[in-house]
């Protein structure tokens, strides 16, 4: 009885004290930095260096693109006021579920040219964040916007 | 056969990884540009068939067209994005 009460304790020991801390994703940065309106020099500090910024915008592109992958406006105080990231479409609920909101969502269906793409849209309740598909990257828009 | 090509390229397009299409926005020479809130696509200056400026699909498709019926034209109009289909769809 000794024995396996020892056994629990080590292995609690174990899996408590080896366990991997998951690195924070993109989209969890930016939702923390855009609560607290972070700084360029802060969002720096968590998503390395930007491909082009100034004052009042930063972009990170696609690797060995000229694609927008994130992009970010700062008020006039150099606090982030907006952001967008462009996140594929398998990962749009565990986004999702990671910024928690009560999220109202529309599907549907949409007519260009001579072909129909889907149409799937949705908004944060009390909050300025929404998400659209954007098919012309087969990737979702997800908006975190000025409060 | 150039048609059925044509709109199968589109149902493909929804089933691009998102890294394909960013390698064929960028040979293709579409813009992509984030304004304000929102984002703006500027087509290519020159482009195989005219209404391939209507959005980035159509391109892909007109493209994939060429690039089965006509593909020395594909070829010699932009040789990168020929080696694009090319490498995904060897004849």
């Known amino acids: 009885m000794k024995a396996v009460a020892h056994l629990t304790l080590a292995f609690l020991l174990v899996s408590c004290t080896s366990r991997e801390v998951r690195p924070a994703t993109a989209y969890e940065v930016i939702n923390e930095l855009w609560l607290k309106g972070g700084t360029l020099q802060d969002l720096e500090n968590r998503l390395g260096k930007a491909d082009t910024s100034s004052s009042r915008k930063a972009e990170y592109k696609f690797p060995g693109s000229r694609v927008p992958q994130m992009h970010f406006n700062f008020n006039n105080e150099g606090k982030l006021e907006s952001a967008l990231i462009f996140i594929e479409s398998n990962k749009l609920d565990q986004v999702k579920m990671i910024i928690g909101c009560d999220w109202i969502e529309q599907k549907g269906q949409k007519r260009t040219a001579d072909f129909i793409d889907k149409s799937h849209e949705g908004y944060c309740r009390g909050k300025p964040i929404r998400f659209s598909y954007f098919a012309s990257l087969n990737s979702y828009q997800l908006w975190w916007e000025k409060k | ?91």
Do not use: C
């Not at chain 2, 960013?22 to 579409?30: K, Y």
């Not at chain 2, 068939?49 to 007109?62: G, P, Y």
């Not at chain 2, 060429?66 to 034209?73: D, E, H, I, M």
């Open chain 2, 1 to 91: 056969m150039a048609i059925v090509g044509h709109e199968m390229a589109h149902l493909l397009y929804a089933r691009l990884s998102v890294d394909d299409i960013v390698l064929f926005t960028d040979l293709a020479g579409w813009t992509l540009k984030v304004e304000g809130s929102q984002v703006f696509e500027i087509p290519p200056t020159k482009v195989l068939i005219e209404d391939s400026t209507l959005s980035k699909e159509e391109d892909f498709a007109n493209s994939v067209e060429v690039y089965f019926t006509t593909p020395a034209k594909l070829q010699t109009h932009n040789p990168r994005l020929y080696d694009f289909f090319k490498k995904r769809f060897p004849k």
